[in-house]
């Protein structure tokens, strides 16, 4: 069985060929960051444009390294949400053609459960067995939230345990960056400035409580904190002894959304010990698990509580088709008439698309 899968709900257009049993045969990512760098983030007619342009030369470039042809594909799976509307109907519009060209099944996938899975891939051979439970930690541009995953037989049990209140931790990350004048996307803009940095106790960036007591995430404190910090140290400036200075900020403050994103996974996971069939492994995912500090702070948190640790390999964090072919072998009732799918801008997880 060989299954296309087809990923634009950002400013990524992606195709990638997988064999049944998970092995990636392609993985082919064209990135539009240098289209939208000018302007400091996404503009979405600019990426439904640029998809437009990708999607079939890189379908025909995919098949071609995976050495096979349309005909020899058994299904489709393509981002149907959530994402930007114009990007979306672009895979999904591709991927209804192929599908009902040539009359094979059509999966339209939830681009978080995309991600959730992701860190299950090889670069090479078969994808690692699937657990029957799974914590996820997803952190990317537009999301940030922590999932107690169940698979067996059919669809994959996903529950959302918690969510952003206001910003994604990649979207706090981006934003924090242009102000201090670094290039989009910021993620690794701070990682690479941090490096040279270290935390410094001058920068007050506390894990955010609620008063309910509620293990939701929330960044737009933490970015107002940052500005205001960047802003008095005149990290929007160039100067003297900037770099050294901004270096430290990096540090600070990359360091400050990886402590919230632990707590709460401490907070959440722990919140599960009364359970029999606690989960044994603990995942990573999403844009933002490119960041090594992050992968690093996880791996220590699994240690710690005797947890299997998956860290997906840096090709399957950013978007990409991989992840959505993978996603829909396992959930083989995803498959739907192609002429029914749909391309949705919200989309919930765990439901049917
Ligand atoms: O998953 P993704 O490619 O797109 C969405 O679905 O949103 O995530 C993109 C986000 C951006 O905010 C980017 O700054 C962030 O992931 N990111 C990083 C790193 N690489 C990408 N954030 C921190 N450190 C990185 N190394
Ligand atoms: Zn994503």
């Known amino acids: ?51 437009l342009e990708q999607m079939l030369p890189l379908t025909a470039a995919a098949l071609s390294k995976a050495g096979v042809g349309l005909d020899q594909i058994s299904m489709i799976a393509v981002t149907a949400g959530p994402g930007l509307i114009g990007s979306l109907l672009v895979g999904v519009a591709a991927a209804q053609g192929i599908a009902y060209g040539r009359g094979i099944g059509l999966a339209g996938i939830n681009h978080l459960e995309g991600h959730i899975f992701s860190p299950y891939l090889r670069k090479a051979g078969p994808a690692i067995p699937v657990p029957s439970r799974f ?51 910021g ?13 410094d106790s001058r920068y007050d960036f506390a894990i955010p409580r609620f008063k309910d007591d509620s293990p939701d995430f929330s960044f737009s404190g933490l970015k107002a904190n940052a500005i205001r910090a960047a802003r008095s140290q005149e990290l929007d400036k160039s100067g003297d002894s900037r770099d050294l200075r901004l270096a430290d900020f990096c540090a600070s403050f990359q360091s400050a959304i990886c402590d919230q994103l632990v707590d709460r996974l401490d907070r959440i996971w722990d919140s599960m010990k009364h359970e029999a069939d606690r989960p044994a492994e603990v995942v990573l995912a999403g844009g933002v698990a490119a960041n090594t500090a992050l992968r690093n702070r996880v791996t220590t948190f699994g240690q710690e509580r005797d947890l299997i640790v998956r860290l997906p390999d840096r090709e399957f964090c950013t978007d990409n088709g991989a992840m959505i072919a993978f996603a829909a072998l396992q959930n083989a009732s995803m498959v739907t008439d192609p002429r029914r799918l749909t391309a949705r801008s919200r989309m919930a997880v765990g439901l049917p698309g």
């Open 187 to 199: 993620g690794p803009e701070v990682e690479k400035c941090a490096r040279g940095g270290s935390v």
């Open 135 to 185: 914590l996820s930690l997803v952190v990317s541009g537009g999301h940030s939230s922590i999932y107690d995953v169940r698979c067996g037989s059919g669809q994959p049990q996903i529950v959302m345990k918690n969510r952003t209140r206001d910003d994604a931790a990649g979207e706090v990350f981006d934003k924090v960056a242009k102000f201090v004048g670094l290039q989009y996307p």
């Open 1 to 51: 069985m060989l299954i296309l899968g087809i990923e634009t709900s950002c400013d990524e257009t992606s195709v990638a060929i997988l064999d049944g049993d998970g092995s990636v045969r392609a993985n082919l990512i064209s990135s539009q960051i240098e289209r939208h760098r000018p302007y400091g983030g996404v503009v979405p007619e600019i990426a439904s444009r640029e998809h």
